[in-house]
């Protein structure tokens, strides 16, 4: 009897799940397929159900990450834009952030996305275009901004958020998203 659709989507969210999370931590190289499938208790031939191969698991991991970040969360309704804006803004830059489980994979995965290949690359620039058109959306709301201004506030983020993933001076930490954060309310007009 095969499988039904829900099981074989609950199946995917799984693989993508455990691929998400050790990309995050170890890289693309240092991760088998093997790997993944044993952290999500599959067997390798579960995965060829559903992907091609291991880049392409990359791919649409980095893809599942980004559309179940909080930035891809639906604004509040009694929240203003503005306020949106700068709770996700204040939580990316966070330390709680910095350490959690579901990191960004933009910073995350900054070093790692250079050395794979187009699909990858693809992936993460269509993902990193999508976050620079919903801060746009939050900010144009309340404060006009231009694109070059949203693309200087989310580079400065996520080279923060990559940079303080490698510092294990915890004060220094602090030190770089408190300044990045006051950075991005001065550049978006004291949010």
Avoid at 67 to 85: D, H, I, Q
Wanted: aromatic share 8%; hydrophobic share 35%; proline share 3%.
């Amino acid at each position: 009897m095969p499988y039904s659709k829900k099981h074989k989507e609950r199946t995917r969210k799984s693989i993508l799940e455990s691929a998400q999370s050790l990309f995050s931590s170890k890289g693309f190289s240092a991760v088998t397929v093997n790997e993944v499938m044993q952290d999500c208790s599959l067997t390798r031939g579960a995965f060829y159900a559903h992907f091609k191969s291991k880049s392409e698991l990359y791919s649409e991991a980095l893809k599942f990450s980004a559309t179940n970040s909080e930035l891809a969360k639906m604004k509040p309704k009694e929240t203003s834009s503005k306020e949106w804006l700068s709770q996700l803004l204040n939580g990316y830059l966070s330390i709680e952030h910095v350490n959690g489980e579901k990191p960004c994979p933009l910073a995350f995965l900054a070093t790692d996305i250079v050395s794979q290949d187009k699909t990858a690359k693809k992936a993460y620039a269509h993902t990193y275009k999508n976050m620079n058109k919903i801060i746009i959306e939050y900010a144009g709301a309340d404060a006009p901004r231009n694109k070059d201004d949203i693309l200087s506030l989310t580079s400065m983020i996520i080279g923060a958020v990559a940079v303080s993933r490698t510092i294990e001076d915890k004060s220094l930490v602090k030190k770089i998203l408190a300044s990045c954060r006051q950075q991005v309310r001065s550049m978006l007009d004291g949010i």
